[in-house]
């Protein structure tokens, strides 16, 4: 079983939309990353959240950690072709600050 | 500036051949992974260093995969003999462990098939 479950697993929306991703874990999140990535690329990093009940926002994605520190939601606002991608979540579940595990990813589509 | 490289990009190979994959850190960083890409398992951390220490190993599937980090600016992942179930996306990150984020910055990616 995986240790970081995201949901969707995929989402197809209509341009202008709103829609979120979660990712929860049954473990403390000492560190809560997102990434995207593209089809045949690497990860691009989006936020880091670390505080529970922490918020960070980026043009118009919004990313959350809940007060347990066990979830995460990534808001995008108006989604936009551009948008298009794989988001994963990535986590510090260790507490060692050492390495990342990462949950299997969103597919985002976003059609016209 | 540059970041990380791997090479190669893609890497199209038979059952029981030798692979090398290949990988250049940001400079500066001290700590680089080696994760896998499948559709059915995601990205899974295979091993990881730390000063060019091996330092946490448990991801490698099996003895037929090695990692080696001999300097701060080049680490390699081996896979002999490669088996079809070996095909995958092998990202390489490197990042600055001692404050900050802990941002991981990956690469493009090698792209292995084995027939």
Redesign the interface.
């Given at each position: 079983s995986?240790e970081l479950e995201q949901s969707p697993q995929s989402l197809i929306v209509q341009e202008g939309k709103n829609l979120t991703i979660n990712c929860t874990s049954s473990k403390t999140l000492y560190?809560l990353?997102w990434?995207k990535q593209k089809y045949?690329?690497?990860?691009?990093?989006l936020m880091?959240l670390q505080k529970g009940g922490e918020e960070k926002s980026h043009e118009k994605i919004t990313a959350k950690l809940d007060e347990k520190k066990q979830q995460s939601s990534l808001h995008i606002t108006a989604s936009q072709p551009s948008h298009a991608g794989i988001y994963?979540c990535?986590a510090?579940i260790s507490g060692t600050?050492?390495?990342?595990?990462?949950?299997?990813?969103t597919r985002l589509q976003v059609t016209l | 500036d540059a970041g990380?490289i791997q090479s190669p990009r893609h890497e199209v190979t038979e059952m029981g051949q030798e692979v090398t994959l290949r990988c250049k850190p940001i400079s500066g960083h001290n700590?680089l992974?080696w994760?896998r890409q499948t559709m059915m398992?995601?990205?899974?951390?295979l091993i990881?260093f730390?000063n060019n220490v091996p330092?946490?190993d448990s991801g490698m599937p099996e003895d037929r995969f090695s990692a080696k980090m001999p300097n701060a600016s080049f680490s390699t992942l081996k896979i002999q003999p490669s088996e079809p179930r070996d095909s995958a996306v092998y990202?390489c990150?490197s990042s600055f462990?001692g404050g900050g984020?802990?941002?991981?910055?990956?690469?493009?990616?090698s792209?292995l098939t084995v027939l």
């Open positions: 995986q560190g990353y990434y045949g690329e690497g990860l691009i990093f880091m994963l990535g510090d600050a050492s390495k990342l595990t990462f949950g299997t990813g | 990380v700590s992974f994760y398992r995601g990205l899974e951390l990881y730390n330092i946490d990202f990150a462990s984020t802990g941002e991981l910055f990956f690469g493009e990616g792209r």
